[in-house]
C-alpha cells in the first residue's frame, strides 16, 4: 500500500490538473442558422402498459383527482414542459386501432393484440385524447391505421374529427359531445409498415401511402395539417428512397406528404433490449452513450437520401420515436416495456435533442418514447403516487429552445475514454430564443471528472447567466417514489465576464444557462 501512494497521489493531481483544463467554446451570434422547431420536443403516448390507463385516463369517477377523466397532476406535471405535440394512439397498436370502438356512449372494448393481450375498454377515445392534448396545451399527431384498416375508415376518422360543416360524421361528433372540429395538427400514415405494421415492401408501402394521402382530408382549413409518411428504422436507404422517390414523382393537388418519419431506439447489444436500466456501471454507461451518438450519422445519411430528392427540404425528418430502451423491470410485465429513467436517461436525452437542433433544417420533429409509465418515460405512475424522471427534468429545462434560432458553436470536445470506449467529452448547442436571449445547453458526458468551460458570446452585455444544472451521485441514481428528488435541477449561476461565460460542469451532468436569464 505505501509502494502505491506515490502513484495515488500523481493520479490525483493529474487528476486535478486536468479537472483544470479549460474547453473554450466559440458561440458564433453572427451567423443564426435555422428555426430550432419546438416540434423537436415532441413527446408519444401509445396504448401500452399503465400509460394510458392509469398513467393518464383514471376515468371521471376515479378518487384520484381528474378533470373529466384526466389526472390532474400528470397534467400540471406535462403542462411545464410546453409539449408541443402528443403523437397516438400508436406505435404498433395504431395498426390494429379502429376508432369507432373509442367514440360514443357504448365502447367497444378489445383486446391490446400489440402489447400483452390485455384488454382496452376504449374508453379512452379520440374525445378524451384531445381533452387530454387541449389540457396540457398541446398539438395532436394521430397515427392512422394503414395496417388492418381501410382508407375509407382513415378517411371517415379524420372527417369526423375535422369536418366544419354538418356532415353526417360530423353530427354524429357533435351528438357525442363536441359541436366544435377537433383540431389535428399532424396524422402518421401509418407506423412502422416495414414491420410491425404490416411487413409491406417499401413498394406496396408507397402506394398505400398515396392511396391515404390522396383520401385523408383536413376539412378544418383554420388548422392546417401535415401527413407523416412511414420512414426507415434503420440505417437502410431502400425505405427512404421509395418514399422520397414516389413523393418527387407524384406530389402535386392530389396527393402530397409533409413528413417522413425516422425510429431509432437506443439498444446496445443488439434485440431484444437487455441492459439494465439501473445498477450498471462505468462501462455500461459508455457503452450506452456511445450508441444514443450513432442517431448523429444515421440522420446524416438518411437527409443524404432526402437531399437528393428534396434539396429544398420541403419534407421534414420526423424522428417520431427514439430514447432508450432497456430490460424490463424486474418484476413487471415485460409487454408493459416499463423501465427506470437514471442519470444515463438524462444525459442521452439531452444528446439527441442536441443532435436533433444540429439538424433543426431537416428534423423539425421528434417524439420521444414514451411520456408516462413506458420506455424513457417523463413521468412514472403508481395509483395516485407519482414521480418526475430525470428525462423529464430534461425536458423542462430544454423549454427555452421551443422555436429558438440555432447559433453554430465551434469548440474541441476532448475525450472521455471509458474501457475502450472513446466519447466526446462535452456537448455543447447554442440558440437565440424566440424573445432575442441566448442559451446554451451543456453536457458534461464525462462521469468521472468535472470540467471547466469558457463560452466566449460575442456582443454579450449581460453580467451573469442564469439556469439549471442536473446532476446526479451516480450514474445510475433514480427517482423513486420513496425518493422523488434524488435526480433534480438546481439552479445555477455563471459569470460572465469580458464577453466569456465560464462554467464548471459537474461530471455526467447536463446544464442549460441563458444570458442575462
Ligand atoms: O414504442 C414501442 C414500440 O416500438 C412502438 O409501438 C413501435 O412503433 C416500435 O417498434
Known amino acids: 500500500m505505501r509502494a502505491l501512494a506515490p502513484l495515488l497521489a500523481l493520479a490525483l493531481s493529474c487528476t486535478a490538473a486536468l479537472a483544470q483544463d479549460t474547453i473554450a467554446i466559440k458561440v458564433d451570434t453572427s451567423q443564426p442558422g435555422p428555426k430550432i422547431d419546438r416540434h423537436i420536443f415532441g413527446q408519444f403516448a401509445e396504448h401500452l402498459g399503465t400509460q394510458i390507463y392509469g398513467g393518464i385516463w ?60 390485455v384488454l382496452d375498454p376504449n374508453t379512452f377515445g379520440t374525445h378524451e385524447f384531445m381533452d387530454f392534448v ?38 354524429e361528433r357533435a351528438a357525442n359531445g ?35 394521402g390522396r383520401f385523408v382530408n383536413n376539412y378544418n382549413a383554420a388548422v392546417p ?60 454507461y459508455a457503452n450506452v452513450l456511445g450508441e444514443t451518438l450513432k442517431m448523429e450519422p444515421l440522420i446524416r445519411s438518411q437527409s443524404a437520401v432526402m437531399d437528393k430528392y428534396d434539396p429544398e427540404k420541403k419534407i421534414a425528418l420526423v424522428v417520431d420515436e427514439w430514447g432508450g430502451w432497456y430490460a424490463p423491470m424486474p418484476g413487471s410485465n415485460p409487454a408493459f416495456l416499463q423501465q427506470q429513467n437514471s442519470m444515463r436517461d438524462a444525459v442521452l436525452a439531452a444528446l439527441n435533442l442536441d443532435i436533433f437542433m444540429r439538424h433543426a433544417d431537416r428534423v423539425r420533429m421528434a ?39 440555432f447559433l453554430p458553436v465551434a469548440y474541441d470536445a476532448g475525450t472521455y475514454v471509458e474501457a475502450g470506449v472513446t466519447l466526446p467529452r462535452v456537448d455543447v448547442v447554442a440558440a437565440k430564443t424566440k424573445d432575442g436571449k441566448i442559451v446554451v445547453a451543456l453536457a458534461n458526458i464525462d462521469p468521472g471528472r468535472p470540467v471547466d468551460l469558457s463560452v466566449s458570446l460575442p456582443g454579450a452585455t ?44 459537474a461530471p455526467a451532468s447536463v446544464t442549460v444557462l441563458t444570458l442575462g436569464g
Not at 396540457?136 to 369536418?163: F, P, Q, R
Not at 446496445?268 to 462505468?282: I, Q
Open 58 to 117: 383514471v376515468g371521471p369517477k376515479s378518487k384520484i383527482p381528474n378533470s373529466r377523466g384526466i389526472r390532474k397532476d400528470v397534467v400540471a406535471a406535462l403542462k411545464a414542459l410546453h409539449v408541443p405535440d402528443v403523437r397516438w394512439p400508436g406505435g404498433c397498436y395504431a395498426d390494429q386501432y379502429h376508432w369507432r370502438d373509442g367514440v360514443g356512449k357504448k365502447r367497444n372494448a378489445r383486446v391490446n393484440a400489440s402489447w400483452g393481450n
Open 225 to 284: 395539417m401535415q401527413k407523416i409518411a412511414v420512414g426507415p428504422g434503420d440505417s437502410g436507404t431502400d425505405w427512404t428512397e421509395a418514399v422520397m422517390d414516389t413523393w418527387k414523382k407524384r406530389h402535386g393537388w392530389s396527393f402530397d406528404i409533409n413528413g417522413m418519419s425516422l425510429h431509432s431506439y437506443t439498444v446496445f447489444g443488439g434485440w431484444p433490449p437487455h441492459m439494465a436500466a439501473t445498477g450498471f456501471g462505468g462501462q455500461d
Open 367 to 405: 417524439n420521444i418514447a414514451q411520456m408516462v409509465n413506458v420506455l424513457q418515460a417523463m413521468i412514472f405512475t403508481d395509483g395516485p403516487k407519482l414521480v418526475l424522471t430525470p428525462t423529464y427534468h430534461v425536458f423542462r429545462m430544454y423549454v427555452p429552445f421551443q422555436d429558438s434560432t
Open 134 to 171: 387541449d389540457q396540457i396545451g398541446s398539438e395532436a399527431y394521430v397515427s392512422l391505421n394503414v395496417g388492418s384498416g381501410t382508407v375509407k375508415e382513415a378517411a371517415d376518422w379524420v372527417e369526423y374529427m375535422t369536418a366544419t360543416t354538418p356532415t353526417a360524421l360530423a353530427r
Open 178 to 212: 363536441h359541436k366544435a372540429p377537433f383540431k389535428v395538427q399532424f396524422v402518421g400514415l401509418g407506423n412502422e409498415s416495414w414491420d410491425c405494421g404490416g411487413l409491406m415492401t417499401p413498394a406496396f408501402y408507397t402506394d398505400q401511402m398515396k392511396l391515404y
Open 462 to 505: 449581460a453580467a451573469t447567466a442564469r439556469g439549471q444544472t442536473l446532476a446526479a451521485p451516480k450514474v445510475d441514481s433514480v427517482n423513486s417514489f420513496a425518493a422523488p428528488n434524488a435526480v433534480a435541477p438546481k439552479p445555477v449561476t455563471a459569470r460572465v465576464t469580458d464577453g466569456a461565460l465560464t462554467v464548471t460542469l
